[in-house]
């Protein structure tokens, strides 16, 4: 590749079969941009249709885009796309993570790493600047990530950035994670590198990333953005609480920072204070996240807020609390958000306090975080508790658990809300022992195994979003046809935020409004929360370009739990932010002109390219039927109350129907089946898929 | 004679502008006290110059039920200076339901209860039972009503901006429902 600024240029593959490593040229990826583009790019051409996540014939992509280690804010994320094993039909899906270790592999000089076939023996990738080579991980093997990552590190440095499996992915326990920096985890594929016999990457890079423009100008872009544009997690731009410099606060808010809150547990406590938008120095103090995650009680026990390589937030809540050396683990911790929360999930009977008043949310959740971290255990955005919930009150368990085993769990534990019930629990699921590790499984097939009820499925208590065993997330609780529109076009949860950052930026519904009626042509692509009305147009086009985004995010690679930067903190801007922020960054540090029109047509080429993936290993265009479909809850919820009336969020079953022919429509795929249309792969420049589709016999 | 004019406007508005930096309201007495020691005269005359003059543009004037206040927009919102006014006014009931009324209306949403333990409002436990008791009671505010979340917490709103079935739906997401999301 012509150096241009961005791209490192090149893609490393490793062959684990016959252990050859081999260079290519980032070129032949370029309409993809990088991270995710390139992983479905790989799938698509290379990975036969019917291939299972655990099969030697998958690949594994890690991927990086062009603004990842270039210092443009929240753009340390790491795309790893492969065949996701909890899916029914092992459809492709993407994990992702944060942390440095995609800032370190451009600095290494790669902008993706595809790792294909299966060693015989365990290995780890050694990577440094251009020196490739796989060691032996015998040593390491069946350790832990917190120790996997320490002796990895004691080999080639301790500023390497090493991302690792534990026993979960080891022993190809579906749900499981891999992770670097030991705390930032991408779930789901753990297992696929565990099949491959691969325990770890490990990189060290001592280059830079090429910025076409001069620094002066990047450093300005990056001003403006810290200036102006950014808020805080989530792209919330109001205060939890009630400032003076502020017009508006909410109380979901993760703009947490006030006088009198502190990082309680640094050497000496700092106040996070309060932080209005123009001291750039003060964005890292905004986002006092300990406390929301893990209570009140936190406080005390913060060292600081941390996060990921380049972002000013720092959303990752690092504490050390001396009372988890009781149960036999580290007394440091770190995670965020469902890092916390979904390992928790498991304690189905609450949590007591532990240790003093007020520690029962805080206890429950940084031991199940430090154990899931450590087996590299993950959570299926916290479904795992649910698949549990339902199998112990329904008494599934003890018809299923051989009574020997079912004795040997320490139901006591459970029941007294006692965190130490975790230990036990999440052994059993990365060791696979005996039959209640089948919750690790995942929800589709622990529910085939156990045999779980409709009203499992389609029951609101758990949150079941579709019947290929994922849950929601920002669904329809979230922009009402808009979040359930999203939640239906992937393979697992998810992970899109483009929509829920704006809708819960804490600003009022008349500038929400205003907003909306700019960016996507009419205020009503936005409802009230819980108060919605029937489908137009114009959530199509939000939803579309919710999506769009999400992919570009995970290609460029930035972070979609702060991007898009649509709204701002800023009362002198009228609260606007700036949706062509990507494209101004892409175009300094590539040097060519990139409209923000540009990269909307290059997420959509990636989207639809994650369409074609699904038709093909799904072996159906009717994807209307068979993969976009809600459990009956979402339409069933609150029967005492009609759709569209205040106080409810529930869909309508025939308005969901129109929603996914807008949708369909609006992306340019078959109106009746929602598969891509060979005229739709053909503008995207995707003529080799549709090839392929069409040899198939997969085109509409 | 003109630079001294300028100067007692300089003066003037400094005065607001420090006292907002203190998260502090301006009334008029405070300009007769030391150190401005203004008479009522001379105060209409600067107060009617710095309202003509773009240099001081941020220097804002708002009213609470017995006394008008100063406020500096570079380090105050009207928002935050309506709620410090509320609070000078020393009638609760009033301050929690207009509080309530405007939340209602523009996000919409229910309002915590324990958004009044926070600055600038800073209630006790039992400040707050009191005056949800005393709302319920007069006529006035018959439309503050109060729900609950799942977990027990305490939530206001007002019937004139949002159904009570809407308010509840909120109340538990709020409350509940969007912690189990990130």
């Not at chain 1, 995609?102 to 902008?111: F, I, L, R, V």
């Not at chain 1, 491959?196 to 450093?219: D, Q």
């Not at chain 1, 109001?238 to 502020?246: E, G, I, K, S």
């Not at chain 1, 019947?467 to 239906?488: M, R, T, W, Y």
Request: some cysteine.
């Amino acid at each position: 590749m012509t150096k241009v600024g961005g791209w490192t240029g090149k893609i490393l593959r490793v062959n684990l079969t016959n252990g050859k490593i081999s260079t290519e040229d980032t070129i032949k990826y370029k309409d993809f941009i990088g991270g995710m583009g390139i992983g479905y790019k790989v799938m698509f051409d290379e990975v036969p249709a019917g291939t299972k996540a655990f099969d030697e014939n998958n690949k594994i992509i890690f991927g990086a885009g062009p603004l990842t280690g270039s210092g443009a804010p929240c753009s340390s994320r790491t795309n790893i796309t492969s065949l996701l094993p909890s899916n029914p039909y092992n459809a492709v899906s993407d994990s992702h993570m944060g942390g440095n270790f995609a800032a370190m592999m451009k600095y290494a000089g790669w902008d993706a790493i595809i790792v294909e076939g299966a060693s015989s023996k365990p290995v780890w990738l050694r990577i440094e600047d251009d020196q490739v080579s796989l060691e032996d991980a015998s040593a390491v093997w069946g350790q832990g990530i917190f120790k996997s990552t320490a002796e990895i590190a004691s080999i080639i440095g301790n500023e390497a950035s090493i991302a690792a499996i534990g026993q979960a992915g080891e022993n190809m326990v579906n749900l499981s994670v891999i992770m670097n920096g030991t705390s930032h985890s991408a779930g789901g594929h753990g297992g696929v590198l565990g099949s491959k016999k691969l325990k770890a990457i490990a990189i060290k890079g001592t280059g830079a990333v090429h910025i076409a423009a001069h620094k002066y100008e990047l450093l300005k872009l990056n001003e403006y953005m810290m200036k102006e544009i950014i808020g805080a997690n989530n792209q919330h731009v109001v205060p939890r609480t009630p400032q003076p410099w502020a017009e508006y606060h909410n109380s979901g808010s993760r703009w947490l920072s006030r006088k009198g809150l502190y990082w309680g547990g640094a050497e000496t406590p700092i106040e996070t204070g309060e932080n209005p938008p123009g001291d750039m120095k003060k964005v890292g103090f905004r986002t006092m996240k300990a406390v929301m995650d893990l209570g009140p009680v936190a406080e005390k026990y913060t060292i600081r807020m941390g996060g990921c390589q380049s972002c000013p937030i720092r959303c990752h809540s690092q504490l050390k609390v001396p009372h988890l050396e009781k149960y036999g683990l580290s007394p440091y911790v770190s995670n965020t958000c469902v890092g916390f929360s979904g390992p928790n999930g498991v304690m189905i009977k609450g949590v007591t306090d532990q240790f003093e008043e007020g520690d029962k949310s805080m206890m429950g959740k940084i031991v199940g975080a430090q154990l899931t971290d450590d087996y590299g255990v993950w959570c299926n955005y916290g479904l795992i508790g649910k698949d549990f919930k339902y199998a112990y009150n329904t008494g599934i368990l003890k018809k299923v658990l051989p009574k020997e085993e079912y004795e040997s769990i320490p139901w006591d534990k459970l029941e007294a809300g006692d965190p130490a019930f975790l230990l036990d629990f999440y052994r059993r699921i990365a060791f696979k022992e005996g039959e209640l590790s089948h919750l690790g499984d995942g929800t589709y097939w622990i529910a085939q195994r156990w045999n779980y009820g409709d009203d499992f499925w389609h029951g609101n208590d758990y949150g079941v979003w579709s019947p290929l065993g994922f849950p929601k997330h920002h669904a329809n609780e979230s922009g009402s046809q808009v979040g359930a529109l999203i939640s239906c076009m992937f393979n697992r949860d998810a992970q899109c935020h483009s929509h829920m950052n704006f809708i819960g930026s804490g600003l009022p519904i008349a500038i929400q409004k205003e907003i909306a009626a700019e960016v996507w042509g009419s205020p009503d692509a936005i409802d009230e929360p819980a108060n919605y009305t029937p489908m137009n147009e114009y959530k199509a086009k939000f939803a579309k370009w919710s999506i769009i985004r999400n992919c570009l995010h995970d290609s460029l690679t930035l972070c979609n739990w702060m991007w898009p930067m649509t709204v701002s903190p800023v009362m002198a801007r009228n609260y606007r932010g700036d949706t062509a922020l990507e494209a101004k960054f892409l175009s300094l540090i590539t040097g060519e002109q990139i409209s923000e029109e540009d990269l909307d047509l290059a997420g959509e080429r990636i989207f639809t390219l994650h369409r074609a993936l699904t038709v093909k290993q799904m072996g159906t265009i009717d994807m209307r039927t068979k993969h976009d479909v809600m459990n009956d809850w979402v339409y069933d919820v609150d029967p005492d109350k009609k759709a569209f009336t205040p106080g409810t969020i529930k869909m309508d079953r025939n308005d969901m129907q129109i929603a996914l022919t807008m949708f369909y429509k609006e992306m340019g795929w078959d109106e009746k089946t929602g598969a891509p249309t060979k005229e739709t792969l053909i503008r995207l420049g995707l003529q080799d898929v549709a090839n392929e589709l069409e040899s198939l016999k997969l085109l509409p | 004679m003109e630079k001294d004019k300028k100067d007692k406007l300089m003066v003037t508005a400094d005065f607001v502008r420090k006292a907002s930096m203190e998260v502090r309201l301006v009334k008029p007495d405070d300009f007769f006290a030391e150190p401005i020691s203004m008479d009522q005269e001379q105060l209409l005359d600067i107060l009617e110059q710095v309202f003509n003059n773009p240099d001081f543009a941020d220097i804002k004037t708002i009213h609470g039920s017995e006394s008008q206040y100063f406020y500096s927009s570079n380090h105050m919102t009207e928002s935050y200076a309506k709620m410090l006014v509320r609070i000078e006014d020393k009638d609760l009931l009033k301050m929690v339901a207009e509080t309530v009324r405007h939340e209602s209306k523009i996000y919409p949403r229910p309002t915590d209860g324990k958004l009044f333990s926070t600055s600038p409002f800073s209630f006790n436990a039992e400040q707050l039972d009191d005056v949800v008791s005393q709302l319920k009671n007069q006529e006035n505010y018959q439309d503050i009503q109060e729900t609950r979340a799942s977990n027990g917490a305490m939530y206001l709103y007002s019937n004139r901006f949002m159904t009570r079935e809407h308010a509840i739906a909120l109340t538990e997401w709020i409350e509940v429902l969007q912690h189990e999301t990130s």
